[in-house]
């Protein structure tokens, strides 16, 4: 499967990014290697532009670790549910950046955050959720097990006491638009995805990123907020795929495609079961229409309004063109 490629370096534009000189303890950002959109390289990248100490923590030692020293990070190895490593990572920190990818250890990784960080006496915490928590409860869930665990994760940070702020944004475009659609997009000059007919608003990772940074430079007047990014429209797939014509200069067209076939091919390229559960539901889910939900918070924390569709192809232009 293509691999995702949003480099902070190309998405951080210093002119967007209000300076400001900080002598404070470092800002802590988890995941900070990750993958699929690099939300944790975007945070780190965006407060050390603004002046801020970053420590950022990776599972191990890599050219993406190197790259973010070179970045001017503090560089910390360690794991998420190994409470040593919680310690070196938080020891000395007051603001946390908590994101994971898609992991069946998520709600162990969470406990262990919450517990070090009431230790160390943080102040501000960012919670990276999902949007769907925004419609569960306590006797409604879904069938994705990565769901619930975000749910459980949400309730766990809200009985530790800590300084909580939540983000739940919606589908990522570097997601189901780009990892799972770019092959399809590339050498058919169609989007093959099981997401139905019904709207969606996408976001890309580099706008939650944003609005993750902004929180974390001030953080105060947003604890205790629960804040749900989309893209800047609701939209039917068909619309996506026009967005996707205009912006590649060739037509591509949305073709709806059957979830069992398609998770099958997910399992062929050795996508962990976890994983595959979750992506299956968030499919049903889109057909149900459960993602036709569109907000302004973006743009009402940053000031810029999120990418739309048609922005995001044509950064990733060369993925999406044999």
């Known amino acids: 499967m293509p691999q995702a490629a949003l480099k902070s370096s190309d998405r951080t534009p210093q002119n967007d990014i209000p300076m400001n000189t900080s002598n404070e303890s470092p800002i802590l950002v988890t ?25 950022a923590l990776v599972r191990r030692e890599d050219e993406r670790a190197e790259n973010l020293r070179e970045l001017g990070a503090e560089v910390v190895v360690g794991d998420l549910t190994d409470l040593q490593s919680l310690h070196r990572a938080i020891k000395g920190t007051k603001r946390i950046y908590f994101g994971m990818s898609i992991s069946a250890a998520y709600l162990e990784a969470t406990v262990n955050v ?11 915490l960012v919670n990276m959720s999902q949007m769907t928590v925004s419609q569960m409860g306590i006797n409604d869930t879904t069938d994705s097990p990565q769901h619930k ?16 702020v939540n983000v739940r944004p919606t589908v990522f475009l570097e997601g189901f638009f780009l990892r799972l659609g770019a092959t399809g997009v590339r050498e058919n000059d169609e989007l093959a995805l099981p997401l139905g007919h019904a709207k969606t608003s996408p976001i890309s990772a580099y706008d939650v990123a944003r609005v993750v940074a902004t929180i974390l430079d001030n953080p105060a007047p947003h604890i205790g907020q629960i804040y749900n990014l989309t893209g800047p429209e609701s939209v039917d797939v068909d619309q996506h795929a026009r967005a996707f014509s205009e912006a590649l200069g060739r037509t591509i067209r949305y073709r709806d495609v059957p979830v069992a076939p398609w998770t099958e091919k997910l399992r062929e390229f050795g996508v962990p079961q976890h994983l595959i559960s979750h992506l299956a539901v968030m499919a049903d889910l889109h057909t149900q229409g459960r993602y036709d939900r569109a907000t302004d918070d973006v743009f009402k924390l940053t000031g810029k309004p999120a990418m739309s569709t048609g922005e995001f192809v044509k950064l990733h232009a060369a993925e999406f063109t044999a």
């Not at 995941?31 to 420590?55: P, Q, Y």
């Not at 919450?114 to 501000?124: D, I, L, N």
């Open 31 to 55: 995941g900070a290697a990750g993958d699929i959109g690099a939300i944790g390289r975007n945070v780190v990248a965006m407060l050390l532009a603004k002046g801020h100490k970053v420590r």
């Open 114 to 124: 919450a517990a070090v960080a009431r230790h160390h006496g943080v102040e501000a």
């Open 149 to 164: 665990l975000h749910w459980l994760a949400e309730q766990v940070l809200a009985w530790s006491g800590l300084p909580v």
